[in-house]
Each structure stands twice: as C-alpha cells, then as structure tokens.
C-alpha cells in the first residue's frame, strides 16, 4: 500500500494500521535516499581532515613544536593545501602520537590507553528521562576518546537506534535480518559480540548497532527469569564483552530513556556510569526517581547473581546549560550543593552548533568548520572537550593514575 492509497482510504475509513505502515516505509525510503545523497559518492560517512591547531590540541603539543617536528623530518609529511596549510587525517594523529611516545620528553604522557593491569573501562550513560543529551554524549566522547588515541568501543542499547542513525546506518532498512547488539544478546542462537562489532569511518572507534528487534529483549528476559535460562540478563552482556576485551581500552553504551531489563544488563556490565542531567526542577526529580529505583532494583540484581554489583565510580553530567538562564544557574548550583563532587565541574553547554551538526547526522568533530559559525562552533568545541577531558581524568584515576 503506497501513502497515496493509504491517504485516501483514511478519508474514508480513518486511519488503520495499513496506513500508519505505508507512511513508515515512505520516511524510511526517503532518509535512505537523502542519507545516500548526502554521503556521495562513498554512501557512507567519511571523517575529514584536522588542522594543525586542532592537532596540537588533541596530541597536547604547542603548534610550533608540530612545525618543528615537521622540519626537522621527525614527523612525516601529511596533506598540504594550496596556501601551505597542513590537514592531518586521524590516522595521521594516531601515528604522531606513536612518534611523540617513542621519542618526545615525557613518552609516558602519550599513552593514554590500558596497561596490563588496568582494566577494561564500561561507562554506560544514563537517565530515565528522553531529552537529556545521552546519545549526543555518547557520541560525542566516543570520537574525543579516539582521537586522544584510545580504542574505542560504542554499543548502541536503545531500540530507537539514533546512535546507530548518526554513524550513517538505516536501521530499518540494514539490520531487519540481524548483525545487532540483540544477536549478542538474546537467548537463543546467540553470536559472540565479536561477529556484530563495525568498523566506523572514524579512526579507533568501532560501534555495535541496535535496531527494533532490540525491543524485543525486554519480553524475552521475562519469559528467560520465569524458565530460569542461563547467564541471566545482568550477567549476559559482561560475558560478552569478555571475548574482545583486550581490543578495546574504553567501551561507552547508549541506554534507553527507561529502567528495563537492556538498561540494567548494562548497568551490571558497567565499571563507571555517566548520569546525564538538564539543570530543570522536573529534570532533577525525575532523575532522583532514576535513581531510587536502580538502587532497589540493582539489589534485587544482586539477589539474583549472587554477588554484589560495584563500580569505579558514578558521574553526574549537566547538559543542556545556558550559562546566562538564571533558573538554569541556580538549579545547577542546587544539583552541586547536594552532590558535590560527583557532578563534574564541566557542563556540556546548549549550542546550535551541535544541533545544527546533528541534521546532517554529524557531530562537531566531523562537521567541516566552515559550514557553521565559527565562534559559535569553537564554544561548543572548548565545552565538549572540557567535559570529555574531565571524565577522562576520572578513567586514569580507575586505573590508579
């Protein structure tokens, strides 16, 4: 049924579920085209080049000691436009920073992954609440981490699948027969999470997708409790992640907006979380029920696996903050009085730089800076890096740094 016939038959019966699936099938076909056009002529995403400031930032270097490098031929030659000006792709970054931790003054502050005793890092980023920025975090730390040089590992826990969406995948279209997170996880014929893991366009980062079927992990954990299937849910995805654990420094997971049985898996599988919060009364409230209710439901998870359920640590992130909303202010302030240090310092600022980013499924990091306002884009830059480099700061402290 097309959406033509679909409209007419509306106007004479109402609307049924024929119609609302033919205008489902109707976006679906038109995103894919538009997301086709958009990435011309690979059809898929592609990462772009870094300047040589934006390079020293990341590797933590003064620009003229990278010119330095350059002349003196410790570094190799990267793409050099027409004025003269250096463009590093993130392999390039990836392969100074190797340079710099064999040969620069204090190696050691180049490499910032795992050591052989340091664990594999799980954050999941949390809230019970929609709206409050956990995909646009997610996403935006995954591609910080890589380009600061850890590998990196993004599962996509949210049936709605926007994270899969913004690393240029039609969930709709391209999962209907599988090659999701749900095959890792679901309770018969289960793939190892290696055989669902993909390659992204961005150096570092792999990502596991999620799809509709992944909604249906709730009902079966249900029927899987009451038949008492084996590894239960809390334990089925740290399992997982036991294959490709020496792959990967840091893993960051997308929960869904709700306290389910994918939001517990990975609370359970987690060794840190990220608590994403907007600085509204309704906001906080609705984030303290999140909280209240993970703590009894997390007990009855104990109960169940016959242990205790810990982890490094618990992070509170503001998002969405506009420095000059007064009530923005003073329920921040708020939020600190009461958790003081388990808020990080650094709020993820409100900037139409990110969501003008976001309508072309892009992050600040992949968008060409010329495409927005600078001054607007370099704001949201200085924010996002701030956040990311303070939750970074609380990994090494993890891994007793």
Same mark, same amino acid.
């Given at each position: 049924?097309?959406? /033509?016939?679909?409209?007419?038959?509306?106007?004479? &019966?109402?609307?049924?579920?024929?119609?609302?699936?033919?205008?489902?099938?109707?976006?679906?076909?038109?995103?894919?085209?538009?997301?086709?056009?958009?990435?011309?002529?690979?059809?898929?995403?592609?990462?772009?080049?870094?300047?040589?400031?934006?390079?020293?930032?990341?590797?933590?270097?003064?620009?003229?000691?990278?010119?330095?490098?350059?002349?003196?031929?410790?570094?190799?030659?990267?793409?050099?436009?027409?004025?003269?000006?250096r463009f590093y792709s993130a392999e390039d970054v990836d392969t100074l920073?190797?340079?710099?931790?064999?040969?620069?003054?204090?190696?050691?502050?180049?490499?910032?992954?795992?050591?052989?005793?340091?664990?594999?890092?799980?954050?999941?980023?949390?809230?019970?609440?929609?709206?409050?920025?956990?995909?646009?975090?997610?996403?935006? !730390?995954?591609?910080?981490?890589?380009?600061?040089?850890?590998?990196?590992?993004?599962?996509?826990?949210d049936p709605q699948a926007s994270l899969t969406t913004f690393f240029g995948?039609?969930?709709?279209?391209?999962?209907?027969?599988?090659?999701?997170?749900?095959?890792?996880?679901?309770?018969?014929?289960?793939?190892?999470?290696?055989?669902?893991?993909?390659?992204?366009?961005?150096?570092?980062?792999?990502?596991?997708?999620?799809?509709?079927?992944?909604?249906?992990?709730?009902?079966?954990?249900?029927?899987?409790?009451?038949?008492?299937?084996?590894?239960?849910?809390?334990?089925?995805?740290?399992?997982?992640?036991?294959?490709?654990?020496?792959?990967?420094?840091?893993?960051?997971?997308?929960?869904?907006?709700?306290?389910?049985?994918?939001?517990?898996?990975?609370?359970?599988?987690?060794?840190?979380?990220?608590?994403?919060?907007?600085?509204?009364?309704?906001?906080?409230?609705?984030?303290?029920?999140?909280?209240? !209710?993970?703590?009894?439901?997390?007990?009855?998870?104990?109960?169940?696996?016959?242990?205790?359920?810990?982890?490094?640590f618990l992070k509170f992130l503001i998002t969405r903050y506009e420095p000059?909303?007064?009530?923005? /202010?003073?329920?921040?302030?708020? !939020?600190?009085?009461?958790? &003081?240090?388990?808020?990080?310092?650094?709020?993820?600022?409100?900037?139409?730089?990110?969501?003008?980013?976001?309508?072309?499924?892009?992050?600040?990091?992949?968008?060409?800076?010329?495409?927005?306002?600078?001054? /607007?884009?370099?704001?949201?830059?200085?924010?996002?890096?701030?956040?990311?480099?303070?939750?970074?700061?609380?990994?090494?402290?993890?891994?007793?740094?």
């Amino acid at each position: 049924m097309d959406v /033509t016939n679909a409209s007419a038959r509306a106007k004479a &019966v109402g609307i049924d579920s024929d119609h609302i699936g033919a205008m489902a099938d109707s976006l679906a076909e038109s995103l894919d085209r538009q997301m086709k056009i958009a990435f011309q002529p690979e059809e898929r995403k592609t990462l772009r080049r870094f300047s040589s400031g934006e390079v020293a930032e990341m590797l933590r270097v003064s620009p003229s000691n990278l010119r330095n490098r350059h002349k003196d031929g410790s570094f190799p030659e990267v793409f050099t436009d027409a004025r003269g000006h250096r463009f590093y792709s993130a392999e390039d970054v990836d392969t100074l920073r190797g340079i710099l931790g064999r040969t620069g003054k204090n190696a050691a502050s180049y490499q910032h992954g795992r050591r052989k005793s340091d664990r594999l890092q799980v954050l999941s980023v949390v809230n019970f609440k929609g709206g409050s920025s956990k995909t646009t975090t997610t996403i935006h !730390l995954a591609q910080r981490y890589a380009l600061r040089g850890y590998r990196v590992l993004v599962l996509d826990l949210d049936p709605q699948a926007s994270l899969t969406t913004f690393f240029g995948y039609r969930p709709e279209l391209e999962f209907g027969e599988g090659g999701t997170i749900y095959d890792a996880l679901r309770y018969h014929d289960q793939r190892p999470l290696s055989q669902v893991i993909r390659k992204t366009y961005f150096h570092n980062l792999d990502m596991v997708p999620a799809g509709l079927m992944l909604s249906e992990y709730e009902t079966e954990t249900a029927n899987a409790l009451a038949g008492r299937i084996q590894p239960i849910f809390a334990e089925r995805l740290a399992l997982a992640l036991e294959e490709v654990d020496g792959d990967y420094d840091i893993v960051l997971m997308d929960c869904p907006p709700q306290l389910g049985f994918l939001t517990l898996t990975a609370l359970s599988a987690s060794t840190g979380l990220l608590v994403t919060v907007v600085p509204g009364m309704l906001d906080i409230a609705s984030m303290s029920q999140f909280l209240k !209710l993970a703590s009894e439901t997390i007990k009855a998870v104990e109960e169940a696996i016959g242990r205790r359920v810990t982890w490094d640590f618990l992070k509170f992130l503001i998002t969405r903050y506009e420095p000059s909303d007064g009530p923005q /202010t003073q329920m921040a302030g708020y !939020l600190r009085s009461i958790l &003081v240090d388990q808020v990080l310092t650094e709020p993820m600022l409100k900037s139409t730089a990110i969501s003008d980013a976001g309508m072309t499924q892009q992050t600040i990091y992949e968008v060409e800076p010329g495409q927005l306002i600078r001054k /607007t884009l370099d704001r949201a830059l200085t924010s996002m890096n701030s956040v990311a480099d303070e939750l970074e700061t609380v990994i090494q402290k993890a891994w007793g740094r």
